[in-house]
Structures are given as C-alpha cells and as structure tokens.
C-alpha cells in the first residue's frame, strides 16, 4: 500500500479503543491498519479541515483539556479524533 497521503498518529491506536463504532469498509481504504487492528495512520484529506477547529486546534496546543475517553458513535467522532492524534 502506498503511503504518501496520509498522517501519521502520535501512537497507534486499535479498534477496539472505540467501542460500539465499527469502522465502515469504505472508510478503511483510507487508514493504515495492521493486522492486529492497529490504526497508524489516517488519508490527511479526511482530517486536514479539522486542524483548524477550535476544539481540535485548543487540544492539540495544550489549551484545554479533554476527556480520556471521546464518546465515538459517527464516523465524523471518529475523525475528530484521527485530527486530535495526528502527528504533524
């Protein structure tokens, strides 16, 4: 798989860490998953736009705290925290 496109996550993450979302296929071509199920990295065209939210943004820099656990039920929840991971 080729991976120019993508960002990377400051950690893998798995499945698993979201429980009751299930990864829609069509969502799945643009993350790099390892067998295991870990989630490295996320198609920068789905989150890029997110940088800029100011919840995201406000976390990312330290401003605010978040909870440990986002309650992740669509998949723009999902993205949210593809952004917030992401490594740039």
């Known amino acids: 798989m080729d991976d120019t496109g993508f960002v990377y996550l400051n950690?893998?993450?798995?499945a698993n860490h979201f429980p009751g979302?299930?990864?829609?296929e069509d969502l799945k071509k643009d993350l790099?998953?390892?067998l295991d199920g870990g989630i490295h990295a996320v198609r920068e065209?789905?989150?890029?736009h997110l940088f800029d939210v100011?919840?995201?943004?406000?976390?990312r820099?330290?401003?605010s705290k978040g909870s440990k656990r986002?309650?992740?039920k669509t998949?723009?929840?999902?993205?949210k925290v593809m952004a917030i991971m992401a490594e740039l």
């Open 54 to 59: 100011p919840e995201i943004r406000d976390f």
């Open 11 to 14: 950690y893998p993450l798995h």
């Open 75 to 79: 998949v723009e929840d999902f993205l």
């Open 32 to 34: 790099l998953i390892t």
């Open 70 to 72: 986002i309650d992740v």
């Open 21 to 24: 979302f299930e990864i829609p």
């Open 61 to 63: 820099v330290g401003y």
């Open 45 to 48: 065209s789905l989150v890029k």
